[in-house]
């Protein structure tokens, strides 16, 4: 008979796999409990464990009475967001992230623990083997709000978190061309890995430099135009 610890991390499990196959938004709502638990083949206690558990990894946020969604908890007043989302432009969104990410990554070289760092690295594996580009930007995600947590300061996460949902709020008006996956050679995977070296080898500076470098060729390939300039 399994133990209780494993059947939680049964349903952990199960859970990322769900998560990964469905091919859900990056604010999809997961389907209610009680049919969650028939899809998974998981006890209702079990499942709550598992979805504390994403959801004190930022890859799930739950809100009483409307469900479970994919991602992390955006701000509190969501008409706030969406009113700063409809008057701001993709553009205007990357030269933010290139204003502030850069300096949580900076904060992470310095704060950041070995679990920090060892999750921030399966992230990234995990991100090479992405069946979709959905998956993929939700891991995406996942990896980014790992470097803000790693900054260890809960104002800079949570102004991290607001940009984030203003992010996934904006039309940015683009379809992606080309295979359903990211090819082995997409950009990010480079980049990302020197992002997180530079962490891993406390390098302040590094750090920020890679993650500014990463975020350009993201604001370029999204905008037309590098962020910044114009």
């Not at 349903?11 to 859900?24: E, H, M, N, P």
């Not at 479970?68 to 706030?80: L, W």
């Not at 978190?161 to 990010?188: C, I, K």
């Not at 997180?196 to 993201?218: F, N």
Request: hydrophobic letters at 40%; one cysteine or more; charged letters at 30%.
């Amino acid at each position: 008979m399994a133990s209780e610890g494993d059947s939680g991390q049964a349903a952990v499990t199960q859970l990322r796999a769900y998560l990964a196959q469905s091919d859900l938004p990056a604010d999809g709502r997961l389907p209610p409990e009680r049919e969650l638990c028939g899809i998974l083949g998981v006890s209702r206690g079990d499942l709550r464990k598992g979805l504390a558990v994403l959801e004190a990894e930022g890859q799930l946020w739950r809100h009483v009475g409307k469900g479970t969604f994919v991602g992390a908890r955006p701000a509190d007043d969501v008409g706030d967001i969406a009113a700063i989302a409809g008057r701001t432009t993709p553009a205007e969104v990357m030269r933010t992230r290139l204003l502030i990410e850069p300096q949580i990554a900076r904060e992470a070289a310095f704060h950041a623990t070995a679990d920090d760092i060892a999750a921030m690295r399966h992230c990234v594996a995990r991100m090479r083997m992405a069946e979709s580009w959905r998956h993929y930007e939700r891991l995406d995600n996942e990896l980014h709000r790992r470097v803000a947590e790693a900054a260890r300061n809960t104002l800079l996460l949570a102004l991290f978190d607001t940009l984030n949902a203003v992010r996934r709020t904006v039309v940015w008006g683009r379809l992606r061309d080309g295979p359903r996956q990211p090819p082995a050679d997409h950009h990010s995977f480079a980049e990302h890995d020197a992002v997180i070296d530079a962490i891993a080898e406390r390098d302040l500076d590094a750090a920020e430099r890679a993650m500014r470098r990463h975020l350009g060729t993201v604001g370029r390939l999204l905008t037309g135009t590098p962020p910044g300039e114009g």
